[in-house]
């Protein structure tokens, strides 16, 4: 058996702790002015897409960004606002990795710095080492990798098995920058292909289409990891962090119309933890 999948996958808009830059894992912030406007505008951009089921993490910065998605997609479940919110499953799975002891930290505060050069500073850490590494009190990226590994076994099970649609299923999954680069990679793996460092702007969109052959003695009822159940899984990209939905926005910023800047930049001097895994690893023999 043979089915289509596609999955839309959306990085909330910005937060005023974005704007402060700001360690926001768990803890949340709401949308800054800039950050509902770009939530009004993936939501037009999105207005034709006809989605099955709708996720989002439950922290609000998602949350508010999904909404405005349902309201103004036309192909959405429903575009009632008096029960759009029943449309919608908070998940916490989706949530953003837990930076424990540095969450509402400044990206430059000392304690900051000196926590990653620590924790992620030697030069001769493999990948492997450096995802399992937790963050005092919190997580590390083995854990959100997990998460995602979780979250797209349940998702999958879910269209391919338990629910019926007259057309392939489309499910929108609203969610945060390291928790969408890990489920990606979650379906790169399954789909056999290496990882990469999926970049993903606020409000930047996802696209995937894909093309699951099932094992003809899978048994739906008793499925624990989707993995052993898939003879093949073939992936396109139909959208990589799509951000063109803001053009307008960054129009009216370069003629002055606005104060903010669609996307901030951190000072070059101060080391992100982008810095320290975007970077090829050494590998042990």
């Known amino acids: ?41 993936v939501g037009n951009s999105l ?5 099955t089921n709708v996720f989002s993490s439950d922290l609000i910065r998602a949350y508010v960004t999904c909404s405005e998605i349902i309201m103004n997609c036309s192909g959405c479940p429903t ?5 759009f919110q029943d449309t919608i499953v908070k998940e916490p799975l989706l949530r953003e990795m837990n930076f424990g002891i540095l969450e509402g930290q400044a990206q430059s505060s000392p304690l900051v710095q000196s926590q990653l050069h620590s924790l992620f500073g030697k030069p001769d850490l493999t990948e492997e080492e450096q995802r399992s590494i937790r963050f005092p009190s919190g997580e590390s990226y083995a854990d959100v990798g997990n998460r995602a590994e979780k979250f797209l076994n349940q998702l999958l099970c879910l269209n391919i098995f338990q629910a019926q649609y007259p057309a392939p299923a489309h499910s929108l999954v609203v969610t945060h920058g390291i928790f969408l680069r890990e489920l990606i990679n979650s379906i790169q793996s399954l789909c056999g292909l290496p990882k990469f ?45 799509d951000m063109t939905h803001l053009n307008d926005l960054l129009i009216d910023n370069l003629n002055g119309k606005s104060n903010n800047a669609v996307s901030d930049k951190s000072d070059q001097k101060v080391k992100t933890l982008d810095s320290y895994f975007s970077a090829p690893k050494p590998q042990k023999s």
């Open 1 to 41: 058996m043979e089915k289509e999948v596609f999955i839309t996958i959306v990085r909330h808009g910005q937060t005023y702790a974005n704007i402060a830059q700001l360690w926001q894992g768990t803890m949340d912030s709401p949308l800054s002015d800039l950050g509902i406007k770009q939530a009004n505008l």
């Open 197 to 241: 460092f999926a970049p993903a702007g606020n409000t930047g969109i996802y696209k995937l289409r894909l093309v699951v052959k099932i094992n003809p003695s899978c048994d739906p009822e008793h499925i624990e990891n989707i993995r052993n159940k898939l003879q093949s899984v073939e992936l396109e990209y139909l959208k990589q962090n």
């Open 47 to 51: 207005t034709n897409e006809k989605f």
């Open 79 to 83: 575009t009632d606002c008096n029960v």
